[in-house]
């Protein structure tokens, strides 16, 4: 637990990550919300990453407990008397740790998605994201020549698109199996474009990027056509997943490090290093999906070289600081 910083005139103990997304971001806030009954509630904390709202001393065990239970039914109404609150827009990342998906109940709520965060507390349709209406997604890898053979090896059964795409002198797509095809370009210091023209390889509407020290569980791949889809319904264009840093073995302090790798095949990337999609509307276009993980393997020697190498690339943006807490085990 934190004290919250002086001179905010808040007197609170603040938990270091968040009960919903585990970010360690819960902050001051200011924020209100307006419950279906009328009454209108200030929150002493918020998470700079979902958005949910808590009370200084409210029960982040209880106020988990709470929200699972609320998000098991057919259609979620904020508690006005609950530890914590949250709008229509949270309501939809906290929904996804469930594998559940949230549709609004009207226009009100629509306009809701579209301007977060707003007052109104959430009310939504919740539905399974199994079984539910899809969206076909591309899964796009980027690799060397000489991980190919592991990343063919290791393919998932979801995907009936795959585009690979080497870091070495350009060739064109060649087709390797029915689904799968393997392309090159050289690197050369710029990921963003790298990962422009590996998106330009999809054939479906959406594609999830991975690189080849990256998996996600099948179970999660299979929940992604329906997440595309409900991104759609909700003029959204990428959607982040956690990411899970394992340095020799050992979860990595740097969590969630959410990744915007599910986008629409038009969103382009920006950024030497440290890429991000380019939203017109901004983070209002994207969302989080807590529905599973990105593991990210990686080696003490490489977190030590990585940022070093980034910072050369694009001077100021290397993150040199984030070397240190990769090599820092996961606390609460």
Excluded at 50 to 68: K, N, P
Excluded at 114 to 126: D, I, S, T, V
């Amino acid at each position: 637990m934190h004290a919250a910083p002086q001179g905010t005139g808040i007197d609170v103990t603040r938990p270091r990550r968040c009960f919903v997304c585990a970010a360690d971001m819960p902050a001051p806030s200011g924020r209100h919300l307006t419950f279906s009954d009328g009454r209108r509630r200030g929150f002493l904390l918020a998470c700079g990453s979902c958005g949910v709202l808590l009370d200084g001393e409210a029960d982040v065990v209880a106020c988990r407990g709470h929200l699972s239970a609320a998000l098991a039914g057919a259609t979620f109404v904020s508690d006005g008397a609950a530890g914590y609150g949250l709008d229509l827009y949270t309501l939809r990342i906290a929904a996804t740790r469930l594998g559940r998906g949230v549709r609004p109940l009207d226009a009100a709520g629509r306009a809701d998605l579209r301007h977060p965060h707003a007052e109104q507390a959430a009310r939504g349709a919740l539905y399974d994201l199994a079984g539910a209406e899809r969206l076909p997604v591309s899964l796009g890898l980027l690799c060397r020549p000489s991980e190919l053979d592991g990343v063919l090896a290791g393919l998932p059964d979801w995907a009936d698109d795959v585009a690979i795409l080497l870091d070495a002198e350009a060739a064109p797509p060649r087709p390797v199996a029915d689904t799968v095809r393997v392309a090159a370009r050289s690197l050369s210091g710029d990921f963003a474009a790298q990962r422009n023209a590996l998106q330009a390889m999809a054939r479906h509407p959406w594609m999830l990027q991975l690189d080849a020290d990256e998996r996600l569980a099948p179970a999660a791949g299979r929940l992604l056509p329906a997440l595309a889809a409900m991104a759609e319904a909700g003029a959204v264009r990428s959607v982040g997943l956690a990411r899970e840093n394992r340095v020799d073995g050992v979860l990595a302090d740097v969590f969630p490090d959410v990744q915007y790798r599910l986008n629409r095949r038009d969103v382009a990337y920006a950024g030497r290093v440290h890429e991000r999609p380019l939203l017109a509307g901004g983070w209002r276009e994207s969302f989080i999906s807590l529905h599973g993980v990105i593991e990210h393997t990686l080696s003490r020697a490489h977190v030590e070289a990585r940022s070093r190498r980034y910072e050369a690339l694009d001077p100021g943006r290397g993150r040199l600081e984030e070397a240190e807490a990769l090599l820092r085990p996961y606390r609460d």
